[in-house]
């Protein structure tokens, strides 16, 4: 799939690979199989992706290092999901650069960690004492401020008579799908800025 945008590249990988005559070049354009379908494998990984996205926006707002490794807690509304979680604790963790329990947010410690809930999912975040809380503020409320301007554009794009007729589909959903996350990410920031003024007070 790969080899007409990337030749060499994938050339070489596919050298490197066991395989069946001299060149890529001459192998037939791969089939879609509909036995590989798996719609419950890609649901467990968006679950996995939202998890590890949440944990990585936490680390970015409390300005950790990427090598730190963090303590983290997870829980989900959903009893699928919290299923999906289970399984895959292990790859949190990893992914996460930290250790990841998962248990009901009644029992996470009452001080000190910082609560990001995306949908139903809810990740904490401990607070450790060298993180700088009033620098961490400042962060999310210029995030905030980018987000709202960012999200008023697409807004103020869609609610165009002239856009929304003359784009394509395609573009218009997406921008549906832009705005609809912005809305999401500007109610985490204002949900963390709140929190983190109770610490400092």
């Known amino acids: 799939l790969l080899h007409p945008f990337m030749p ?12 069946h005559g001299d060149s890529i070049v ?7 199989l509909p036995e590989r379908n798996a719609k419950e494998i890609e649901s467990e990984f ?5 998890f ?17 490794v963090i303590a983290a807690y997870g829980m989900a509304t959903d009893p699928a999901v919290l299923d999906i979680l ?7 963790g990893h992914l996460g ?3 990841v329990q998962l248990q009901p947010v009644a029992q996470w410690p009452a001080q000190n960690v910082l609560r990001l809930i995306v949908g139903g999912l809810t990740v904490g975040i401990t607070v450790e004492g060298d993180v700088d809380l009033r620098k961490a503020l400042e962060r999310i ?18 609610g165009a008579a002239d856009f929304t007729s003359k784009a394509p589909p395609d573009v218009v959903a997406e921008h549906k ?3 609809q996350a912005l809305r999401q990410e500007q109610e985490l920031l204002a949900n963390s800025e709140r929190q983190l003024q109770g610490m400092i007070r």
Not at 52 to 68: D, I
Not at 86 to 92: P, T, V
């Open 8 to 19: 060499f590249i994938s050339e070489e990988i596919w050298q490197t690979l066991p395989h």
């Open 141 to 158: 409320k210029k995030q905030r401020e980018e987000c709202s301007k960012e999200a008023a554009r697409i807004e103020t794009k869609l």
């Open 97 to 99: 650069k930290g250790t």
């Open 46 to 50: 968006s679950v996995l992706e939202q």
């Open 26 to 32: 001459t192998q037939p354009y791969p089939a879609t």
């Open 86 to 92: 289970q399984r895959l604790a292990a790859h949190l």
């Open 52 to 68: 590890v996205a949440t944990v990585r926006t936490g680390r970015s707002l409390l300005n950790y290092q990427p090598g730190k």
């Open 177 to 179: 799908q832009r705005s």
